[in-house]
């Protein structure tokens, strides 16, 4: 579709023709939302993910995008109730964990941060990003021989990522 194929003006005026049609679609307003988000628009994604939470306050998906704006906003307490409201819909939703783990890292809460990317594991124990996410975590809390693990094992997923190529070495 348009925004998978980075045509993002046009997906957003897509979204933007069928909530004309429809308002209340609250699945439009997402995807506007993460059109929007990946133009940098940070401030109107807020407002789309809003809308379509407004609409459909269960949307977990919803919850997970506003979360990650906001971080990316740096309104990290506010994006921490997004990503808790997110699994208190759908409590094995992965991205949401490892999302919260991150929030919650930045926020210096170590230890919160690893049970998210913990409970992210157990759900979804293929996902190099949460192994990295993890061990730099315990590389700030000095557990080298942890943080090392946690790398290799991303590594073991996914050979070619270099994030955790670039931790591992450092």
């Not at 992965?94 to 919260?100: D, I």
Request: aromatic share 8%.
């Amino acid at each position: 579709t348009l925004r998978d194929l980075g045509q993002l003006e046009a997906a957003v005026n897509s979204f933007e023709q069928a909530l004309a049609i429809k308002p209340d679609y609250a699945e439009a307003h997402h995807n506007l939302g993460n059109a929007l988000r990946d133009l940098d628009q940070l401030e109107a994604a807020v407002n789309s993910f809003e809308q379509a939470l407004a609409i459909k306050p269960d949307y977990a998906d919803a919850h997970n995008n506003l979360g990650a704006t906001l971080k990316d906003l740096s309104q990290l307490e506010a994006a921490v109730n997004s990503f808790e409201q997110a699994l208190a819909i759908k409590p094995d939703y992965a991205e949401a964990h490892n999302n919260l783990g991150a929030t919650l890292h930045a926020l210096g809460k170590f230890d919160a941060a690893i049970s998210n990317y913990q409970s992210a594991l157990a759900i979804k124990p293929d996902s190099f990003k949460v192994h990295n996410n993890l061990g730099v975590v315990y590389q700030q809390l000095g557990k080298l021989n942890t943080a090392i693990k946690c790398y290799k094992k991303a590594l073991a997923i996914n050979q070619d990522y270099p994030e955790a190529h670039n931790n591992l070495g450092n």
